[in-house]
Each structure stands twice: as C-alpha cells, then as structure tokens.
C-alpha cells in the first residue's frame, strides 16, 4: 500500500514538472518570437526599450557604487565630493531617461510623434552615456565595455544609418569632454576605484593617439557586428517574404492577415478605437478561369490586387484570403469610413479593362461585405463571419455592389448561429 501510494506521489510530480516545462517552454518561445521581430517594432517601442534598458543599467551602476561608497574597500579612493558629483550625474540621467520613456509609453500608439520619439530616445542616449562614461573614465576597460555592449545592442534592431550616426554623435561628444574637462560642470571619473592619472596630466598629443587607437579598435568591431547582421537581416526579410507575403498579389497571404487582424483586433479592444473588416470577392470568376484560362485568371487577380492597395490607406491590412477573396482590416475605422474605401475600389476595378491573348477585352466587377467590431464580439473570428455575411447578400442581391449589415439582424444572427 505504502509503495503504491509512494508510485502516485512520483507521478504527480513528473506530471506537475512536465507541466510547469510547457510553461516555460511556452514562456520562452513567446519571447523568443518578440525579440525575432524586434528590427520590426514600430520606432515609438524602439524608443521605449531604448530608454527603459538604459535607465535600468544606470540605476544598477548606481547601486554598484553606492555599496563600493558603504562598504569602502581597500582600494577605493573615491572622495565624499566624488560620490557627490557621481550622484548629481546619475541623478540627472535617471530623470532624462524616465522622462524618454515616460513620452514613447505615452505616444507610442499615436503615428504622429514616432519618429521624434525614437529621435529623442537616441539623444537622451548620447547625453547618458556620455556623462557616465566621463564619470568613470574616458580610457578605462570598463568604460569601453559599456560603449561597445551599446552600440553592439544598437545595431540589432535598428537600422545602420541610425547606429552610425548615434555613434559619431557620442564620440564627438566624448572627445570634446576630453579635450575641454574644465569646461564640464563635474569633474572627469568622478568615480575611483584607484589612483591614476587625471586628464589634466595628459599632453594633447598621448589623448590623440589614445583616441585614435580607441577609434580604430571599436570602430572595427562596430563594422564587424553590422557586416554579420546585414547578412541576418537580408535572410530574414527573404524568409519572411516567402512566409507572409502572397507570391502572386504581393499582398499579405492567409496566414500572416489573420496573424495582423487579430493584433489589430486586440489592441483595438484594449484601446476603444473602433475597427472594420471587409471581404472583397471577385465576380463570377470562374468563368473569366473557364473562358481565358488561369494565366489570364492570374494577371485579373494581379490587377485587382494592385487597386486594392493603391485605395488602401497607409495602416490598413489587405491580404489574399484564398482564390479569389481578398481581406481588407480597416484599423480606427467605421464601417461607413470603409464602405466609402470600398465604393471608390469597386468603382476602379470595374473601369478596369484586359486584354486576353485572343484579342478580346475583359472586364470585372467585385463584390465587398463590411463588418465593424462590436461590443458582443469575443474574437475577431466573428468580425470576419459578419463581412462574409456581408459578402453572402451582396452577390445575393445582384453582386457589384458594397454592403455592411449591422449585427442586430435578425438574419445574420441566425446565419451565424449556423457557422
């Protein structure tokens, strides 16, 4: 009996780790998702990580010194006045910093102020890392650890221009504080670990060549980083464009619009902002298949994805949703907003005219249903059945035409119970 129960008890626990593993299974490939798609995040959550990651290793250094200041070892020679002035600039950093993310957490949502954001965040970098690097030391290992560890992190998810210019910014920065240290208003390594050489001991010619070497070395491994994630990023952007990207239209295909409306659909849950779907299906298109062929079925299907994009404004979604249905996501849209989007693409597709290889001229018309979310919803699956519901009485009632049906009908409902 003892052993039997000393059996359950083992199973138990196998099953409770083989369990608390998934979750951390799920844990980790969750963020090992988000940080694959961090070049892709918008500038305004750059900016925010930017910020939020400086504020955090400034405020550890802090700590780090205020325990070396407490606990005073042997070969610490750092002065009341030192840790003073030390305080003072990872007191204005911290203040700079929060204020950075303060304004990407608060606009980040906004399309508006993402570029300054991103702008600001960099700047408030150049600031910070310029002051700390002075106040432990413009030729010390660890300041240059720090300075490569930055630029290094940069590169990974911004662009090279960026970098590039973030780095000579903080250079230039850096050597002027050198060569004009009684022009800065604290002193230079105000944090010491051990006695050396002040700057003030330094001819001009010994912090030239040290600059230089400094330049050549970090440059150089600058250069290196960004050469190996060029050649990263390009086989990203390839594999993407096979994953997400519909070979034919060149919009987005099944897989990757479902993914985006759905993050669409929950953040337009999360923030109030109203949100629309439409399905566009093209008429009798089988027979435009049966008569001319597929080829020909494929440059109609071409043509009509490039109109659909050119009336597509610059946040919504269009993507293939199979054969010859597309699906348009309308973020901060009404359904009437979409339904004028919509009217104006019908309009264009049907002045749109082909010629077939054996001379005759082909025309086509489309048929949309739109749905706007509401309050009801549980997941944005249902947003797209009402737009198919749309779609279903548009060719019901002639096709070539627009319609979006509110989802008080009693009709819909009905239908949809059925889905």
Known sequence: MA????????????????????????????????????????????????????????????????????????????????????????????????LSCTLAYIFRRNEAPQFLLLVFSLMCLVVTMSFLTASVGF?????????????????????RRWVMTTFVCLLLFMIWMTFNANEVPFPIRAIRLAPQMSLSDVDDHTLIFEWLLLLVIGGSGIVMIDFFMSAWRNRDADLRSKSYIDELTQLLNRRALLERLEE????????????????????????????YGHPFGDLVLKAVAKEIASVGRKNDLMGRYGGEEFIVVFPECTAKVAVTILEKLRERVEALTLTAENGDEVSVTISAGIAQQESNDEEYLQLIARADFALYRAKEFGRNQVLSIEVEDNEQLAFLSNI
């Open 264 to 291: 669409e659909y929950r953040r337009a849950v999360r923030v109030g902002y109203p949100i629309s779907v439409a399905m566009i299906d093209l008429d009798f298109f089988k027979k435009v298949n049966d008569n």
């Open 139 to 159: 030729f010390d290992a660890v300041t240059w650890q720090l300075f490569f560890l930055f630029n290094a992190t940069l590169i990974v998810f911004l662009d």
């Open 3 to 98: 052993s039997l129960i000393n059996r359950f008890t083992l199973l138990r626990l196998i099953i409770t780790m083989r369990d608390r593993m998934e979750k951390v299974s799920q844990f980790v490939s969750y963020y090992q998702r988000m940080l694959g798609d961090i070049y892709y995040w918008k500038p305004a959550e750059k900016a925010l990580l930017i910020s939020s990651t400086s504020l955090l290793i400034n405020f550890i250094i802090e700590c780090i010194v205020i325990s070396l200041y407490l606990f005073k070892p042997a070969s610490l020679t750092m002065s009341d006045l030192n840790l003073f002035w030390a305080m003072r600039i990872f007191a204005f950093n911290l203040c700079l910093l929060s």
